[in-house]
Structure formats: structure tokens, C-alpha cells
């Protein structure tokens, strides 16, 4: 399974519904939150992701770049997003807020920035619905994609595959059509692009282009 997320940070703000239009073909809609503190970058808050909500076709995947997660999250939650990712170098009780997510009804994911290493976590692979390891410093888009990152993401694969439970793993930064495969390599299922396929004459061409690269990559290389 091929998970395509256009995250809407690389879309046009002021078009956003027509841009939100663009891609009926990806399978959730990327919405990066940033504070200006946990990131040195400011987006959208509460009521906008809501607006979002309200008018997009496709379910909402809520990534948190933000401070105090264990206040905030929930709400997204409360929008009705179908998942809420937060950081785990923002919150001191992931398992905790996972669960809360969860109960609200929404799915909860779990971001390690890439120098985070991903051991503490994997224990409680069973309490996330996702885990996103960052192949960017997270912040800002149209970044280099980060090899160094490819090994933790392998670690990740590894220890949902021994544990047995059906926890997506998601990718956001770089990705593009050669970097797809490489993520899709290292265990990848859900990938997050931005400039790739808003900067594409054609967005969900794009979509469509990115998924095939990675089903046949994913076809040629390991299958997980």
C-alpha cells in the first residue's frame, strides 16, 4: 500500500480551496502547523485548518510543528481530522496524548525530527497509528531530501514488522520522484510532498507519477 499526501505548504495560500481541487487523485491532504517556536516558521492555526476542513474533499493530515502538543492536539482532533501527528520532542507523555487522539477519533501519529532517535518509541509502536520520521530539518519546505535519515526509517520498518502491528510510516521532506523510491526502500508507505507536486504543471499528474514510482519501486526492491 501507496500513500500520496501533497502537503498544502507548498500551495498557493491565497487559492487554497482551488489548490485543495488540484489533487482528487492523493489520498489525504499534508497540513503543516507551525508556531514560530517550536519551528522558525508561523502557518495556519486552529480556525484555518478548520476552514480546510470545511471545504476540502480528501481527509486531513494534521502535522503539529508546534509547542505545547498536549494542549493543542486534541483540538485538531475535535476538528475532525483523520490523523494528528505531533512531535515527539514536544510532548513529555506521547503515549498519553496518543491515547486521548484515539478517543476524540482521530488517528495519532508520532514525529521524530531526524536527529531524534527513534529507540525510545519503539516499544509503543502499538499506541501510534503512524510514525513520521522528518527527511528535512522540519520548517520550511523545498529542502534536500536527507539520506542519513534512511537507516532510522529502516529501524522503524523493522520494528513494526517484528512487532505485527498496523502502524503507517510516513516520510515528509524531498520527496520527489528519485527520493520516493529510496524512502519506499527503507520501509516507507505514506509519503508527504509538497514543491514536488505543487510545482508540477499538473499536481495530480504528479500524484499519480510519485505513486507509481514508489508501487514500482516497491515491486523491484523489499517489499514490506
Not at 528535512?136 to 535519515?149: D, I, K, M, R, Y
Given at each position: 500500500?501507496?500513500?500520496?499526501?501533497?502537503?498544502?505548504?507548498?500551495?498557493?495560500?491565497?487559492?487554497?480551496?482551488r489548490?485543495?481541487?488540484r489533487?482528487?487523485?492523493?489520498?489525504?491532504?499534508h497540513?503543516?502547523?507551525?508556531d514560530n517556536?517550536?519551528?522558525?516558521n508561523l502557518t495556519?492555526g486552529?480556525?484555518?485548518?478548520g476552514?480546510?476542513q470545511?471545504?476540502?474533499?480528501?481527509?486531513?493530515d494534521v502535522?503539529?510543528m508546534?509547542?505545547?502538543?498536549?494542549?493543542?492536539?486534541?483540538e485538531y482532533a475535535?476538528l475532525g481530522?483523520?490523523?494528528?501527528?505531533?512531535h515527539?520532542e514536544?510532548?513529555?507523555?506521547p503515549?498519553?496524548?496518543?491515547r486521548r487522539?484515539?478517543?476524540?477519533?482521530?488517528?495519532?501519529?508520532?514525529?521524530?525530527?531526524?536527529?531524534?532517535?527513534?529507540?525510545?518509541?519503539?516499544d509503543?509502536?502499538?499506541?501510534?497509528?503512524?510514525?513520521?520520521v522528518?527527511?528535512?530539518?522540519?520548517?520550511?519546505?523545498?529542502?534536500?531530501f536527507?539520506?542519513?535519515?534512511m537507516p532510522?526509517?529502516?529501524?522503524?520498518?523493522?520494528?513494526?514488522?517484528?512487532?505485527?502491528v498496523?502502524?503507517?510510516?510516513?516520510?515528509?521532506?524531498g520527496?520527489?520522484?528519485?527520493?520516493?523510491?529510496?524512502?519506499?526502500?527503507?520501509?516507507a508507505?505514506?509519503?508527504?510532498a509538497?514543491?514536488?507536486?505543487y510545482?508540477?504543471?499538473?499536481?495530480?499528474?504528479?500524484?499519480?507519477?510519485?505513486?507509481?514510482a514508489?508501487?514500482r519501486?516497491?515491486?523491484?526492491?523489499?517489499?514490506?
Amino acid at each position: 500500500m501507496v500513500r500520496i499526501n501533497p502537503s498544502i505548504l507548498a500551495a498557493d495560500f491565497v487559492n487554497l480551496q482551488r489548490d485543495l481541487a488540484r489533487i482528487p487523485s492523493a489520498d489525504f491532504v499534508h497540513v503543516d502547523v507551525m508556531d514560530n517556536h517550536f519551528v522558525p516558521n508561523l502557518t495556519f492555526g486552529l480556525q484555518m485548518v478548520g476552514r480546510i476542513q470545511d471545504v476540502s474533499s480528501l481527509p486531513l493530515d494534521v502535522h503539529l510543528m508546534i509547542d505545547d502538543v498536549d494542549r493543542w492536539a486534541p483540538e485538531y482532533a475535535k476538528l475532525g481530522a483523520f490523523s494528528v501527528t505531533f512531535h515527539a520532542e514536544a510532548t513529555d507523555a506521547p503515549v498519553d496524548l496518543a491515547r486521548r487522539l484515539r478517543s476524540l477519533g482521530s488517528r495519532a501519529g508520532i514525529a521524530l525530527k531526524p536527529g531524534t532517535p527513534a529507540e525510545p518509541y519503539l516499544d509503543d509502536l502499538a499506541e501510534f497509528d503512524q510514525v513520521l520520521v522528518m527527511t528535512v530539518e522540519p520548517g520550511f519546505g523545498g529542502q534536500g531530501f536527507l539520506a542519513e535519515t534512511m537507516p532510522k526509517l529502516q529501524q522503524v520498518r523493522d520494528a513494526v514488522d517484528a512487532a505485527g502491528v498496523d502502524v503507517w510510516l510516513q516520510v515528509d521532506g524531498g520527496i520527489d520522484l528519485s527520493t520516493i523510491a529510496v524512502a519506499r526502500d527503507a520501509g516507507a508507505d505514506t509519503f508527504v510532498a509538497g514543491s514536488a507536486v505543487y510545482g508540477a504543471a499538473d499536481p495530480d499528474l504528479r500524484v499519480s507519477a510519485l505513486r507509481e514510482a514508489a508501487l514500482r519501486h516497491g515491486e523491484q526492491g523489499h517489499t514490506h
